[in-house]
């Protein structure tokens, strides 16, 4: 990859010829129209074409995944629809290191083509000049660990569940009894931005009181993730205000925010921001459409996140395992030398989940939420979360769960309770 | 509706029981969690929980939609899969007036629950706690007319071709011969934001002298649409130059901006903002998945945009022409007494897109946009532009378009060049 182009890989599919296809991907996003037009000139679209850069056949099914597209009369009667990956690059100068502007030639009018009946944006490689401009997490992994204290495990994190409703007064216990518990990470559910029965001015102090109180009895503060998703003026008095409060965390649901107002927090930002990926299923869900996470993560990299969530092992969500620690290793993979983001992994997870998670991505450089799984263990929420790193202990030193249980009857109850889950 | 609660719309597939499948969407958006936690009382419940209004089945299918569904162990070897449109109301109080935070609500984690094989926002009612926070469109139609210099028919468009690679010594003569023509808007194309090869601070001011030194020789400014898409620094700085250069429009594509930005944006904007849904099919394609456009459009109309793409009759893209007439009238029907926008139309038109589009909506409260249709007019950019406004002529009068055409050659010269496209 040269220092000017930007590569864009995508799974297609199309009753046309994937060569023709390809190529009106890549005359659509530089310089199409559906005729010429004067001042198109051979000189122009060599410096401002995209190219087709490679082409790999995939398999054919005989119906369209999505409707609209059109056939070619050639095909008659009943068409192919062949499937393939092709990678097209795209000139830098084109858009400049703007990651809106590039949203917009590879992810754009692409997905309306009639000549396509399936088209997912699956990679992105992109050139340095984007390194240049986006200053990427702010704190990452290593940042990360160091304010909230752990070193030689993953975070064990919960969210504060009830998701909805808590007033205040409500949540001031609940939010002591999870610190005091023994949690590194307490966050905010995506859902419980900054409603009007426990505003975030009054959320904030109230629960940063706690978590210093908790602190001073336990020796380390947990990482609260306050969740400031909202407008751009939201996002900045959150995160101020979670500041001033001498919080460690501020949450967003990057999709709902979107690219230009998390850009503007990160560089305004002194804290790590949680990314919370709620809406990413109506981008993605489609495996022939929208942004798969190889790609979406890297755009949410740059903008800025320290953490970003990858769905749960054996969860409640659509994904498989598979799908989950290939996210996980996408997270974690450089990205111009660096960037690394901290996967979040939930839904529907409990100590046990630890061992899948390992066994597939050999990481502990996660951060494991569990919200039923932690506070709804029959020991009490301290015992939910010695089960959690029980579980990771067992994971890590290759112990068959059952055994590593044996002796430690926190993770024995959590095989009781959560194990049919798997 | 009541003025306490969101309604949202869904069309859903399931293995189970719709009103299973409605009831777990509701818990999962309010309060729910895989298991009942401590603090879960009824009276939070019954405050904050989301509550199934209706359902209505549709019909049934053998196979899933969607991949990452569980049927229940009584579904058998052979599940069914229901299909139906499911109203799910949401307390205001959970979220408050706040876009992002409504859209984590009902296009949240929602889409990627494994009770569902298919998962679509359809429709959203807003209660007017709404439209007291948000201004909604600063011009809309009679702003952007009154600016345009256009009231008794439709504005007669034209995107910049070729979408990029021109200089601005290129882009001169190439504006001045569209305004000159008679165009009413001129738009810079989705790819092109602020290149470098011709950066937004040297392409307004170039621009706009062309503009106005064309309207000195018309009596008429047409509104050139400069597309500021980027970070928001570079939207609020692309503003305040389009105004202080004379300009009278600014473009963003609106999902490659996010909320954040474009709500932001909105209140700094002295100029109406069009805006371009650029990666709208990675949302929408799936008929059984993302957010419709009836939902897309009331979001959008509410974080401030006056304009909004609708797609194109008979144009080079997936939707149906009733799909896309559904679209224009969407966007004309008043929200909350007011916030209507002018839908812009394009992709593939030409003069005699206007018929099918005029018996289609009844309405001249559009932006006709054509590319090549006018800028390939065998009779150049002129005769493009009269035969465009000749195609509307003879549309609002039910006049068939070649009678119209006999003693009009523009119209003429149009249907012969590019009627095969019907």
Redesign the interface.
């Known amino acids: 990859m040269n220092d000017d182009r930007v590569l864009a890989t995508y799974l297609i599919e199309t009753p046309h010829a994937l060569e023709h296809a390809a190529a009106v991907i890549a005359g659509e996003?530089?310089?199409?129209?559906?005729?010429?037009?004067?001042?198109?000139t051979h000189e122009?679209k060599e410096?401002?074409g995209a190219r087709v850069e490679s082409i790999v056949p995939l398999d054919s099914v005989d119906a369209p995944s999505?409707?609209?597209?059109k056939a070619p009369k050639s095909a008659g009667a009943r068409p192919t629809y062949r499937r393939g990956l092709v990678s097209i690059s795209f000139p830098l100068?084109?858009?400049?290191p703007?990651?809106?502007?590039l949203?917009?030639?590879v992810?754009?009018?692409?997905?309306?083509?009639?000549e396509l009946s399936g088209v997912r944006l699956v990679d992105l490689e992109l050139p340095p000049a984007f390194a240049a401009r986006y200053p990427g997490p702010g704190f990452g992994i290593e940042g990360t660990r160091r304010l909230a204290g752990v070193v030689d495990r993953p975070l064990i994190g919960t969210?504060i569940?009830?998701?909805?409703?808590?007033s205040i007064a409500?949540l001031r216990p609940?939010v002591r009894d999870l610190a005091l518990a023994g949690l590194d990470f307490i966050k905010d559910d995506?859902?419980n931005?900054?409603?009007?029965?426990a505003p975030l001015a009054q959320r904030v102090p109230a629960v940063m009181a706690e978590i210093e109180r908790a602190a001073d009895a336990t020796g380390r503060q947990a990482m609260y993730a306050f969740n400031i998703?909202?407008?751009?003026?939201?996002?900045l008095r959150g995160h101020d205000l979670v500041l001033k409060s001498g919080g460690t965390c501020v949450m967003v649901?990057v999709?709902?925010?979107?690219?230009?107002?998390?850009?503007?927090l990160r560089r305004h930002c002194e804290l790590p921001i949680h990314g919370h990926r709620?809406?990413?299923?109506?981008?993605a869900?489609?495996?022939l459409?929208?942004?798969g996470f190889a790609a979406f993560q890297k755009v949410w990299r740059l903008a800025g996140v320290d953490h970003l969530h990858v769905?749960g092992f054996s969860g409640?969500?659509?994904?498989?395992n598979d799908e989950v620690a290939q996210s996980i290793r996408d997270c974690l993979t450089p990205l111009f030398g660096g960037y690394r983001v901290m996967p979040a992994i939930s839904?529907?997870q409990w100590a046990g989940s630890a061992v899948g998670i390992f066994d597939a991505t050999h990481t502990m450089d996660v951060i494991h939420l569990a919200?039923?799984g932690i506070?709804?263990h029959p020991g009490g929420t301290a015992a939910g979360v010695r089960s959690m790193q029980q579980g990771w202990e067992a994971a890590i030193a290759g112990v068959p769960l059952d055994d590593y249980a044996a002796t430690r009857p926190e993770l024995r109850a959590a095989i009781d309770k959560f194990g049919a889950?798997g």
Chains 1, 2 share one sequence.
């Open positions: 996003q530089s310089s199409g129209t559906f005729v010429s037009v004067p001042g198109e122009l410096r401002f999505l409707p609209g597209s100068h084109n858009f400049g703007s990651l809106p502007a949203m917009s030639t992810a754009g009018n692409l997905y309306e083509l009639q969210i569940k009830p998701s909805i409703g808590l409500e609940l995506e859902l931005a900054d409603p009007p029965y998703t909202g407008e751009l003026d939201d996002l649901n999709n709902c925010v979107g690219l230009a107002g998390v850009a503007h709620a809406g990413f299923g109506a981008l869900r489609d495996p459409l929208g942004i769905g409640k969500f659509y994904e498989s839904s529907a919200g039923g506070i709804a889950r």
